[in-house]
Nanobody, 116 residues
Framework: QVQPVESGGGLVQAGGSLRLSCAASGTISSINAMGWYRQAPGEQRELVATITSGDSTNYADSVKGRFTLSRGNAKSTVYLQMNSLKPEDTAVYYC??????????WGKGTQVTVSS
């Protein structure tokens, strides 16, 4: 089964930057929306940013002005540029694809840790 594959997580100091990447493990049919969720320990998974097939983007209030979501040349590739990182951004970040039909596809996640 095709799966989003994340990369780019790591450890960074507060105020630093990281860029997450997500690419499909194989060929995937049309994607309605794609983007990133995150889950901190003991917390529910929350939406970080999403982009639709029409290139409309939406961000969580907590990351607006700091994170930027963009597409790669391949339609199934998406990047999350994270600037001015804060300790509260520490979480596992999951890429997802939502196709026009069928179930949402999830990656295995990449850890982002921001030290104070």
């Amino acid at each position: 089964q095709v799966q989003p594959v994340e990369s780019g997580g790591g450890l960074v100091q507060a105020g630093g930057s990281l860029r997450l990447s997500c690419a499909a493990s194989g060929t995937i049919s049309s994607i309605n929306a794609m983007g990133w969720y995150r889950q901190a320990p003991g917390e529910q998974r929350e939406l970080v940013a999403t982009i639709t097939s029409g290139d409309s983007t939406n961000y969580a209030d907590s990351v607006k002005g700091r994170f930027t979501l963009s597409r790669g040349n391949a339609k199934s590739t998406v990047y999350l540029q994270m600037n001015s990182l804060k300790p509260e951004d520490t979480a596992v970040y999951y890429c997802y694809y939502r196709p026009y039909s069928g179930m949402t596809l999830w990656g295995k996640g990449t850890q982002v840790t921001v030290s104070s």
